[in-house]
């Protein structure tokens, strides 16, 4: 059977249906509200979805936990700092190295990435209380390494026994004048996907690190880039256009990062939020209390590029910006459309499914229409509402417990340090023109009507929705790589790239392009079936001549 | 340099752990769940912890690795996971249909004390396991051993499946301990080649080595069968290849079931595997084909055409403590020095262990357990060595001091092979033979003059 048959006969609702038919009733009835029929197209309001809710037990998930979000993905990157992680070995093994963030040791060559800190709890530490143990190992850690800053990070069950890490970060904070040490409770169970770490994590940076380096660095269009990993590499690349541009990367969060950068954010004069979901609200705070503006960016596709390129100068306003960065795309896109024109033939028309974490579903979008490819299904591992429907639904959003669990921060304008980058008007003009600040629309808008959405996507459904849909490529993480090539289907990694990269910025695009190419055009997906399989019936005797 | 940091000097420490050589029991218990067939791993605790051990599975393994959670949230790490594993269970059974849930527990349920038991016990009065399936577990708790401990306490919780007194069937168990699956088929085919009818638990051949047919298959064909696990009380006897891994399981069957046990080390090597077939044919009453006999020759051979390259070479090692005592043993008998030598999972007698194989070294031997790859490389940078084994995380290390370097072990997360080469028996001791040789005779290549470059070696 071709795909374009299957597409035919399986309507939406058919498909959500399948989705839905073998659960228990009671996980049908709260699937079915995370499973959407996009009918955003055209419309002013999207349809609702249930997101950022508990995971069903038993059901194979995609999600990972809060210390993953937190330690992993947000702290992970971040190169001269010491992350000694609180608790039984494994958590702190497991996020070693595994997320392939890229760092530069620059000049001083603090570089404490490859390393892997562990109090390694034992039973008596269980019983008796973790506090004192993990006194020493800062202590140890210090007096091995003298870093600028020692980060330490609450596993299951340190929360559970109740061992007070900030009191120990705090006092040793105050012993070592020369080390900014502090804690983030961010045990596995207290959030239901790795957002709540996302959270806890960027409230510590932001009341710790950053405002504390008080020196402006020289610069004349200073931005912050939010939400950008470095995995594979990208942050390089953007970096590098950057540059090229005129324009000043102070931080970036947190993608190769180090501790001087974080103390630094409060000095940009633009943050440009990549990752929506992972860091929205730093660039609300950075906004509240020094006045620095934000507006939406993606770095992933070309075009993409270009246009969040644009934006910057529109924002900056300066002709002489605004000419280097046109200058820089034309410089840039000729390279990209020759890759573009050769895979397109190969690629246009293809089809590809992408669920990952809480924007890469959506910025990757763009990356496959240059090849003009089309996104059939996608959804998010530990998304909000706001990233499907778009910001304006934050007010609606309700607090449940597990939610109530993460610290908001309240911040107020610094009194000292509060400067309005734009006056209202100027904002308002600049609104007027085009450039929205503040402001997303979620992915629901930019898929096709009647594309399937869905939020927590499980082994049991990506299953279902490739054995119905046949995409040409599928993107997840790694444990879903062979689940789903053993159905015959290539899968890209965009979580962790566990090969290849960097995908963001122009050379990133051609990166991409070539990937996808070969991913979809593999013979291998054309072998699996040996001879005698495709034809078993003997219809003939074989003879020798 | 990648691991700049790390001095030459030796401080003690006594409690920062820096790159440990071990990880967590769960990762072991769901590893040895997959050798069942039909079975669906299931970790007891918050999601994040069965989320980090697919992935490292999969990363290792290249293949996909099904478990599920009881995904606590706070209410659950408060009030008990109860109602979580409950409701796990029959969603498993609904949804996935296996043969058997094998649940372990993490750090956080077993903080709390959840007793599996009681629950299991509990779910098949309410009728949520169906006729005919299985739900099975071990406690795990990860601030005890490592992965390695875990391992062995998921193998014990399959040899619990025994009832004493089941009928007498003739057969040998053999508990491999934490091998590859190629391990395992090796293993399995050595027995049939002896003439050995044996049960294989855990057996992840079939499971960890699928082959790619456009097909899933969440239970792929291979695995040990529940029946033939509740069969290992008849057996006349268990073989338990490793203390660390097997040992529990064979000595309950042993106290429980009145099946014999022999201990003995994995069989990586020479010596190891020739006690190995020895204690098979014992057990068992049969003689040793002239087939074993040819292949046990060829090792032989290969070791003896190329002694010149080992003899004398030292090697830095870490990993899990059975596998590194019959890999030190090999070393040994190639006439090669283990100098140094660490696992990160605890157990004195490793240390006795390595400290009686190491006696006839001209030098003596840095071995340590409980130790962390930091220290590893600080003896390192102290005494350089010809060769570093080990698992993936080791290549910071051989970078940074520009040595060869053998990826053995687990997790190895940067190439492939594994899965399919066995590294046990005769056939396993030629493919290690071949890869040291392949390392040693490359770096020989590359940093000889040009006058002592040469065709022939
Ligand atoms: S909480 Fe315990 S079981 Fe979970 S990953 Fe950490 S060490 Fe392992
Ligand atoms: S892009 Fe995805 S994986 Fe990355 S931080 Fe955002 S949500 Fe996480």
């Known amino acids: 059977m071709t795909k374009t048959t299957k597409m035919v006969q399986w309507s939406p609702t058919d498909i959500k249906d399948e989705l839905l038919k073998k659960y228990p009733p009671k996980v049908a009835r709260k699937r079915a509200k995370q499973i959407m029929i996009n009918e955003a197209v055209g419309a002013d309001t999207s349809p609702e979805i249930v997101a950022n809710v508990r995971t069903i037990p038993g059901i194979i998930t995609m999600r990972g936990c809060t210390y993953a979000g937190c330690k992993g993905v947000i702290m992970g990157p971040t190169r001269d700092i010491v992350n000694i992680v609180h608790g039984p070995v494994g958590c702190s093994f497991y996020a070693w190295l595994t997320r392939r963030n890229q760092t530069d040791a620059g000049k001083d060559g603090e570089n404490y990435i490859p390393y892997c800190f562990t109090t390694d709890m034992q039973d008596q530490d269980i019983i008796f209380g973790g506090e004192k143990k993990l006194e020493a190992a800062v202590i140890e850690a210090y007096e091995l390494f003298h870093p600028k800053g020692i980060c330490i990070f609450a596993t299951c069950p340190v929360g559970l026994i109740g061992d007070d890490i900030h009191a120990v970060a705090r006092k040793l904070s105050a012993q070592y004048e020369d080390c900014n040490i502090f804690a983030f409770s961010c045990e596995g169970y207290k959030g239901v996907s790795q957002s709540a770490g996302h959270h806890i994590a960027n409230n510590q940076v932001f009341t710790h690190l950053v405002g504390e380096n008080k020196t402006s660095p020289e610069g004349e269009y200073k931005i912050n880039l939010l939400g950008e990993y470095n995995i594979g590499g990208d942050g390089f690349e953007i970096d590098r256009i950057f540059k090229k541009c005129g324009i000043t990367n102070i931080s970036t969060f947190s993608g190769n990062s180090s501790y001087d950068q974080f103390a630094s954010a409060q000095h940009a004069d633009l943050s440009c939020v990549m990752c929506h979901r992972s860091i929205n609200y730093v660039a609300d705070m950075l906004e509240t209390k020094y006045g620095i503006p934000w507006i939406k960016v993606n770095f992933i596709g070309a075009r993409s590029t270009a246009k969040s390129l644009r934006k910057i100068g529109e924002y900056f306003g300066d002709p002489k910006l605004i000419k280097r960065i046109n200058d820089v795309i034309a410089e840039e896109m000729p390279e990209v459309e020759v890759v573009a024109n050769d895979v397109l033939p190969r690629t246009n028309g293809k089809t590809a499914m992408i669920f990952v974490g809480g924007s890469r579903a959506h910025s990757y979008q763009d990356l496959f229409a240059e090849m003009g490819m089309k996104t059939i299904s996608a959804g998010y591992e530990f998304a909000h509402r706001d990233d499907y429907e778009g910001r304006h639904v934050i007010p609606s959003l309700k607090v449940d417990s597990d939610s109530r669990n993460i610290e908001e921060l309240t911040v107020e304008a610094d009194e000292k340090y509060f400067k309005a980058r734009k006056t209202p008007d100027e904002i308002n003009a600049l609104e007027a023109a085009g450039l929205k600040f503040k402001h997303y629309e979620g992915l629901n808008k930019d898929m096709d009507n009647g594309s399937i959405i869905v939020d927590d996507l499980n082994q049991y459904e990506a299953e279902k929705l490739v054995e119905i849909l046949k995409p040409d490529v599928f993107c997840a993480g790694i444990k879903e790589k062979f689940s789903i090539q053993k159905l015959g289907v290539p899968m890209k990694q965009l979580h962790s790239y566990d090969s290849g990269g960097p995908y963001a910025g122009f050379k990133g695009a051609v990166n991409f392009y070539k990937e996808i190419d070969r991913l979809v055009g593999s013979k291998v997906w054309g072998y699996m079936k040996a001879p005698w399989q495709k034809n078993p019936e003997l219809t003939a005797t074989f003879v020798w001549e | ?457």
């Open chain 2, 1 to 457: 340099m990648l691991l700049r940091h790390t001095p030459t000097e030796i401080t003690e420490r006594k409690s920062l752990m820096i790159n440990p050589a071990k990880t967590c029991q769960p990762i072991g218990a769901m590893y040895a769940a997959l050798g069942i067939h039909g079975c669906l791993p299931h970790s007891h605790g918050s999601q994040g912890c069965c989320a980090y051990h697919r992935s490292t599975l999969t990363r290792h393994y290249k293949e996909p690795i099904s478990a599920a959670t009881s995904s606590f949230t706070e209410g659950a790490s408060v009030f008990g996971g109860q109602a979580n594993l409950l409701q796990a269970i029959d969603n498993i059974f609904t949804v996935y249909e296996p043969e058997v849930i094998a649940v372990h527990t993490t750090c956080l349920s077993e903080t709390i004390g959840d007793d599996l038991k009681q629950i299991a016990h509990k779910a098949e009065k309410e009728g949520k396991i169906p006729e005919g399936k299985f739900v099975i577990g071990a406690p795990t708790p990860s601030y005890v051993g490592s992965h390695v401990t875990g391992f062995s306490n998921m193998v014990k919780a399959m040899a619990q499946l025994a009832t004493p007194g089941t009928k007498k069937n003739g057969k040998v168990n053999v508990i491999p301990g934490w091998v590859e699956p190629s391990d395992m088929e090796e293993i399995k085919r050595l027995a049939s080649v002896v003439g050995v009818d044996i049960t294989l638990f855990p057996d992840t051949s079939g499971v960890l080595n699928a082959p790619l047919t456009g097909e899933y298959k969440m239970f792929p064909d291979g695995g040990v069968t529940m029946k033939e696990l509740k069969d290992t009380g008849g057996a006349i006897g268990t073989l338990a290849l490793g203390e660390w891994c097997s040992a529990d399981a064979a000595r309950w069957l042993d106290s429980k079931c009145k099946v014999p046990c022999t201990i003995l080390d994995m069989p990586f090597g020479l010596n190891a595997t020739d006690r190995f077939i020895d204690v098979l044919r014992t057990v068992a009453g049969v003689t040793v084909p002239e087939a074993i006999d040819v292949e046990r020759g060829q090792l032989v051979d290969m070791i003896s055409d190329m002694h010149q390259y080992f003899y004398g070479k030292k090697v830095a090692i870490y990993g899990d403590p059975d596998q590194l005592i019959s890999m030190c043993e090999f070393l040994r008998a190639l006439d090669m020095q283990p100098v140094h030598v660490i696992t990160g999972t605890p157990g004195k007698e490793f240390e006795r262990r390595i400290k009686e194989i190491t006696a006839d070294m001209p030098c003596e031997v840095n071995v340590k357990a409980k130790s962390d790859m930091f220290q590893l490389h600080q003896w390192i940078k102290n005494e350089p060595v010809d060769l570093l084994i080990g698992n993936s995380y080791g290549k910071y290390i051989a970078r940074d001091e520009d040595i060869p370097f053998l990826r053995w072990g687990f997790p190895i997360l940067d190439r492939q092979g594994h899965q399919y080469f066995p590294t046990v028996g005769y056939k396993g001791g030629l493919r290690l033979l071949e890869k040291i040789l392949g390392l040693l005779l490359d770096r020989k290549d590359r940093d000889e003059p040009e006058e002592s470059f040469e065709l022939v070696l």
